[in-house]
């Protein structure tokens, strides 16, 4: 037990205004790690925007299986959840967005709306490609296109505040 003052106590526990919402665009390659470092650094009652889940959620379909008729009601939810992120609507007090953004202005334009920080997951390409070689349940030759395109695209960041966060 440690004794502290109301106002410091409300703090610590976040009660009464003193929550720090924090909004977070994790990006990079596929195969760079960007669900992986969200699932360990959130917290229970973040919000987690992420295609894939998105995907999944809708579908009912196994992970990375994606009709393509239900494209535009994916596609609706995901554009709701980040409006709900720019609005901060609900309590909660981090969320996190999942994506590849390759291009540097889309990021900034994203990171502007939505008042993000980012935080680029920079796994080298080669990691991205022996990470998918490793695994066996998803089509190798589709998401070797798939990374190969992100790098194609890839513009590095101009902005001092991108996180690199290693090898993750």
Known sequence: IMLVHHKCHNHIHQKLCHEQRQVFVVWGSPFSGKSTFVKQNMAEGDIVVDMDSI???VSGCERYVKPNRLKSVV????????????????KWLTA??????PFEGERQRLLNALGARDIFIDTPKEE????????????????LEFI????????PPQSALTQPMGDC
């Open 128 to 143: 991205c490609i022996k990470r998918l070689f490793d695994l066996e349940q998803r089509n190798q030759k589709q998401w």
């Open 55 to 57: 995907w999944q959620c």
């Open 96 to 101: 996190w967005v999942i994506g590849g953004y």
């Open 148 to 155: 190969q395109q992100w790098w194609e695209r890839y513009s």
């Open 75 to 90: 596609f609706t939810i995901h554009s709701q959840l980040l409006e709900c992120v720019r609005m901060r609507q609900g």
